[in-house]
């Protein structure tokens, strides 16, 4: 999270403009405070919204509206791709196959494997 969270405070810090961190799966409506927005610092929090969990229909309405998604999960990024908004999958280490689709699907400029230094991507 520490490099999604740098991303978020660059975001801010330098655009003025908001973050909207949401859940695409329901396990982490409970976990994304503590890891993502408490320890952000005080001027970005400010900058925050907070989204509950929301269906595939209402992401890709906000989605064609965003300016950049960034997303650990693999959903998100390819409905914010169907509507023409530049996106970028976050890949873990512990992500499954699935992860693998981007790959696939010809996206490897935009995904990052999360763990490896900016020089091996």
Request: include cysteine.
């Amino acid at each position: 999270m520490v490099k999604l969270r740098a991303a978020m405070i660059a975001w801010v810090r330098e655009t003025g403009s908001k973050v909207l961190v949401c859940p695409e799966m329901t396990y982490q409506v409970d976990i994304m405070d503590e890891l993502l927005i408490n320890p952000l610092p005080e001027d970005v929090k400010p900058f925050i919204v907070k989204r509950r969990y929301w269906l595939p229909d209402e992401a890709a309405s906000v989605y064609a509206k965003a300016h950049t998604v960034l997303s650990f999960e693999c959903h998100s990024p390819i409905i914010a791709a169907a509507n023409g908004t530049p996106c970028f999958n976050l890949r873990q280490p512990e992500d499954t196959i699935k992860g693998q689709m981007y790959y696939d699907l010809g996206f490897n400029d935009w995904t990052f494997e999360i763990d490896q230094p900016k020089e091996n991507r």
